[in-house]
């Protein structure tokens, strides 16, 4: 069964400034997607960037990017020139590739981050 | 397009009761996910309706069953409510076809049992 940790329970940053939220998982799958989902007190789940496995290529969203070491089976989320609207909770998630965006998504238990002005 | 909508937004309910919880999916998809998210836990898949049927089905118990209409609505059905059942209820629709597309979550109903 795939897994997916999220060993910082909370973050804090400066705004404007850069914070790396991490997350490691486990799956013995070859094809596969991983994301970060952002979750703001409105409760939406919001997705905010996606990395195919096959991929070697780190996804770049803007301000947000990925450090995605296969070997290593580790994703982490890296935001940069923090703004007040990224304090959220986020989410690291896994999905098998056969079926498509159909298939269930495992989280992992979410980091709380917090924004400071 | 008014994205994945969930009703009701907020419900409270006793020990023991049923509940039926609604979801109307994207403009577009056809496939209904539901989710259950504990405080301070992610959310957990609960099962998955294609075509009016069940596709996949997580680790919950058969107090937990669902449906999907014909306009690829969903509702999730609880019986026997528990107070352990007190969560956040996320549906996620997606559309088989949609290779290198992603589910869309709606705002989730937040379900107490007292």
């Known amino acids: 069964a795939q897994t997916v940790t999220q060993s910082q329970p909370e973050m804090s940053v400066q705004e404007a400034e850069t914070v790396t939220l991490s997350c490691t998982y486990d799956t013995s799958e070859s094809d596969y997607y991983l994301f970060w989902y952002k979750q703001p007190p409105s409760r939406q789940m919001i997705l905010v960037i996606r990395q195919e496995a096959y991929k070697q290529q780190n996804a770049t969203e803007n301000r947000f990017s990925v450090n995605f070491q296969k070997a290593a089976k580790s994703f982490s989320l890296k935001i940069s020139d923090s703004q007040l609207g990224d304090a959220a909770m986020y989410f690291c998630a896994y999905r098998s590739g056969g079926g498509g965006a159909t298939n269930k998504l495992i989280f992992g238990t979410g980091t709380l981050l917090a924004v400071q002005p | 397009d008014a994205g994945v909508t969930q009703s009701p937004t907020h419900l409270i309910k006793t020990r023991g009761q049923q509940v039926t919880l609604r979801c109307s999916p994207k403009s577009g998809h056809d496939t209904v996910s539901w989710y259950q998210q504990a405080l301070g836990q992610g959310p957990q898949f609960i099962f998955q309706?294609?075509?009016?049927?069940?596709?996949q089905r997580g680790n919950f118990p058969d107090r937990f069953s669902g449906h999907q209409f014909p306009n690829y609505s969903s509702e999730l059905n609880v019986n026997a409510l528990l107070l352990g059942d007190s969560a956040l209820y996320l549906c996620?629709?997606?559309?088989?076809?949609?290779?290198?597309?992603?589910?869309?979550f709606g705002q989730g109903t937040r379900l107490t049992v007292v």
């Open positions: 996620a629709s997606s559309y088989t076809g949609g290779w290198g597309t992603e589910a869309f």
């Open positions: 309706y294609y075509e009016e049927e069940e596709r």
